[in-house]
């Protein structure tokens, strides 16, 4: 036992660039890190506008029975699925109807004068895509409740989505990057 040596083993001696990292390589990091965060927003925000319309929106229709199957069947054929019609007894049935929110809108299938009914400041959107219903039918538009003179469009209440998305964004962020330091 006498005879056993020790031998001492070095550790392989590091480089300098690879004990540290290159300073492009973080750059290059955060760069794709950026890009990644602008094309998940680019996302979130497009996906919903390219990919809405109307599903199962409730409208209302008044008129002879035949018209109003006709109509249905013409609704349904041009946006299926898009809308769940209801019928209603008279033109201001459907009215009330459209004030107290229970549809967006409606249709009055009178022989004389047809009407689409609406209430643009519940939903700009939907009130456009019942005006375009109207065009086929030549029916007029009445618009029960229209926006403000100040904003005809609606624009006002459109233009709050990307700061709501963008401030609901920024806070979870910063949470992310002050958490991953000090779990990481």
């Known amino acids: 036992m006498d005879d056993i040596t020790t031998r001492e083993v070095a550790a392989p001696a590091l480089s300098p660039s690879a004990a540290t990292a290159h300073p492009g390589h973080a750059a290059t990091r955060v760069v794709l890190g950026l890009t990644l965060v602008v094309v998940l927003l680019f996302v979130a925000l497009a996906w919903p506008a390219v990919r809405s319309g109307p599903r199962d929106l409730p409208i209302g229709a008044v008129g002879p029975a035949p018209a109003v199957e006709q109509a249905v069947a013409g609704v349904q054929e041009r946006q299926p699925g898009g ?22 809108g409606g249709l009055v299938l009178d022989p004389v004068a047809p009407t689409v009914v609406t ?66």
Do not use: K, M
């Open 83 to 104: 809308f769940e019609v209801r019928t209603y007894a008279d033109p201001a049935a459907l009215e009330q109807a459209v004030l107290d929110r229970e549809v967006y």
């Open 119 to 184: 209430a643009s400041a519940a939903s700009p959107a939907v009130a456009q895509v019942l005006g375009q219903l109207a065009v086929p039918v030549g029916a007029q538009v009445r618009d029960l409740r229209p926006l403000p003179a100040e904003d005809p469009r609606g624009a006002g209440v459109a233009t709050l989505g990307l700061p709501l998305a963008i401030g609901g964004l920024a806070p979870a962020a910063a949470l992310v990057l002050l958490l991953g330091r000090r779990t990481g």
